[in-house]
């Protein structure tokens, strides 16, 4: 069993930068392969970025590479998404989501086994 506890989200005015935290409970959180996914109002969740269980390899969607950043710390069983250069249309609630997988990742997310509650970034212009 793994709890995540996202944090970070926030307001922020377009071209400015957050960085989420998504903490986890269990000794087994290095077994993980960990990802971030965001929901807007209106539409379906979809995958922002994933991070191999070493850390060793990450992953992006599209609109979003060469702004953020996904990095894992597992001495402190933490995520991070690093967003710089933010756009409105970034506006979403942030999930962290844990995958038991000894290889890759995925960027579906009926493929993960545990969710955090989410948490609110807001890019204004």
């Known amino acids: 069993q793994v709890q995540l506890v996202e944090s970070g989200g926030g307001l922020v005015y377009a071209g400015g930068s957050l960085r989420l935290s998504c903490a986890a409970s269990g000794r087994t959180f290095s077994t993980y392969a960990m990802g971030w996914f965001r929901q807007a109002p209106g539409k379906e969740r979809e995958f922002v970025a994933a991070?191999?269980?070493?850390?060793?390899?990450?992953y992006y969607a599209d609109s979003v590479k060469g702004r953020f950043t996904i990095s894992r710390d597992n001495a402190k069983n933490t995520v991070y998404l690093q967003m710089n250069s933010l756009k409105p249309e970034d506006t979403a609630v942030y999930y962290c989501a844990a995958d038991r997988r000894f290889s890759g990742v995925s960027y579906h997310s009926g493929e993960y086994d545990y969710w955090g509650q989410g948490t609110q970034v807001t890019v204004s212009s």
């Open positions: 991070i191999t269980w070493s850390g060793d390899s990450a």
